[in-house]
Nanobody
């Protein structure tokens, strides 16, 4: 089992930047495909980005492509999400998640993931 703890959320003006972190403990971090999801009030949890085990391959939701960057440091057991040019529509609780299945299209779906963090709030003012 792996435990995930997110940090780095907060209040930012539209156009600003935030970097989220997700620290893992419990099992070998590099064994897991890692993803970021977000959930706004009254909406379903949605895929944001995913990264494969060695950090070489990444994929993004169209709504964040070109603005957000997912990365990982396996030596530090940490996943990151650099968020630039934030928009009010980016406001949500952001979750990191982990699974040990193959890095594939199924990684876009929340049901693929076995472990979740508690979430960190991102608020964007216009």
């Amino acid at each position: 089992q792996v435990q995930l703890v997110e940090s780095g959320g907060g209040l930012m003006q539209a156009g600003g930047s935030l970097r989220l972190s997700c620290t893992a403990s419990g099992r070998t971090f590099s064994n897991y495909v890692m993803g970021w999801f977000r959930q706004a009030p009254g909406k379903e949890r949605e895929f944001v980005a995913v990264i494969n085990r060695d950090g070489i391959n990444t994929s993004y939701a169209e709504t964040v492509k070109g603005r957000f960057t997912i990365s990982r440091d396996n030596a530090k057991n940490t996943l990151y999400l650099q968020m630039n040019r934030l928009k009010p529509g980016d406001a949500a609780v952001y979750y990191c998640a982990a699974h040990r299945k193959s890095y594939s299209g199924s990684s876009y779906y929340a049901f693929t993931y076995d472990y979740w963090g508690q979430g960190t709030q991102v608020t964007v003012s216009s």
